[in-house]
């Protein structure tokens, strides 16, 4: 399964930076609104150092790690969802989008402009979230408007997705998004298919100059007691930074960079991990000497939808999944130990994929 990430935020708040870090490519950082105008599309390997366990003990042909693809969306301005800027278009580039990153800048520079002529992260974040509350709204109405058709129609669904509807709108107008808005599972199904921007879920990366990055500063904490508000997550990166980090040619280098810095890892990496989170996913590894390779799949998922993530044909004729915890593979060392000691599991249908889980499929189409 694919995650998609949207890189989203003001104009010159640094995305096109952190999208140059994340995936390698050479998105315009310019410094000036509007440096991107078609969303640069860049797919990131997920740092995982189990893979690079999983492949010291095996020694494959080949290694094939999970992947996130991230889209570096142009800066939205105040009135893009009534199409100021390239609103929305912009906007519509969100909609395709799984999750959120919404990069919000917390330092202070006078060489890079700031759209609104000064810093202020609360203010720009509202004038995001409001953007996109308005662009709701008008999906919502349009969906209540076809609801009162069919309720001249004497449709009695429709009577109940009007009344769930009107109150999800009155929970937007009151500047609130979608994903803080309480609906029980029967009434889920009259959302389902709006596919609502602010129903995504949203990590707020604040971009912080390198002296704040470890603990924050004044900025992030006025910040983080409104992110902590609406139950969202955020982290502290440097763009800037981890340009740097991604321009050392050996893995030593970047290290000794960041134990220098006070860190244990690139910010990008703790981004993509958290996105993960975020989104409930999980990754399983298939793992032979042809080929060692990472699998998302969504957190409670069972072992033959895991299975399809593969290949359609692997959950259709499901037959068995044979399993190594992902600590037994590493303490014994190799399947065939692992098997000897008793530690490879045969599971059936009802299995729950772990994370980490090491796992062979049988089937038969």
């Not at 190799?334 to 098997?339: D, F, G, M, N, Q």
Request: aromatic share 8%; glycine share 8%.
């Amino acid at each position: 399964m694919g995650l998609k990430c949207g890189i989203v935020g003001l104009p010159n708040v640094g995305k096109s930076t952190l999208f140059n870090c994340l995936s390698n490519a050479e998105a315009l950082a310019a410094n000036y609104p509007f440096a991107t105008i078609e969303p640069n599309v860049g797919v990131v390997n997920v740092p995982d150092e189990r893979l690079s366990k999983l492949t010291e003990l095996v020694n494959p042909q080949r290694v094939v790690p999970t992947t996130v693809e991230i889209v570096d969306i142009a800066g939205l301005v105040a009135g893009a969802s009534k199409g100021e800027g390239l609103g929305n278009q912009f906007l519509a580039n969100i909609r395709d989008t799984d999750a959120i990153l919404h990069v919000v800048r917390c330092f202070e520079d006078d060489n890079v402009v700031h759209v609104n002529g000064k810093v202020n992260p609360i203010f720009d974040k509202e004038i995001i979230d409001t953007e996109l509350q308005l662009k709701d709204l008008e999906t919502i109405e349009k969906k209540i408007a076809k609801y009162q058709r069919l309720l001249k129609a004497n449709d009695k669904d429709a009577k109940r997705g009007t009344e769930v509807l009107e109150t999800l709108k009155a929970h937007i107008e009151q500047g609130k998004s979608a994903r803080t808005f309480s609906v029980e599972d029967n009434e889920r199904e009259y959302l389902a298919d709006m596919n609502l921007l602010t129903a995504k879920p949203v990590l707020y990366v604040c971009n912080v100059d390198e002296n704040s990055v470890v603990s924050g500063n004044a900025y992030t904490q006025q910040l983080a007691d409104v992110v902590a508000a609406e139950g969202a997550s955020m982290l502290f990166i440097c763009a800037q930074m981890e340009a740097e980090i991604a321009q050392l040619e050996s893995y030593d280098e970047r290290m000794e960079f960041l134990e220098a810095m006070g860190l244990h890892e690139p910010g990008i990496s703790k981004l993509i991990r958290e996105s993960y989170r975020m989104l409930q996913l999980i990754t399983y590894f298939t793992a032979g000497v042809k080929e060692v390779r990472a699998w998302t799949i969504t957190q409670g998922m069972k072992a033959p939808q895991a299975a399809g993530v593969i290949h359609s044909d692997f959950e259709r004729g499901f037959i068995r999944a044979e399993v190594i915890g992902y600590q037994d593979y590493v303490q014994y060392g190799s399947e065939a130990a692992t098997r000897e000691a008793g530690k490879l599991r045969v599971e059936g249908k009802e299995y729950v994929v772990h994370d980490g889980d090491v796992m062979h499929f049988r089937f038969n189409v």
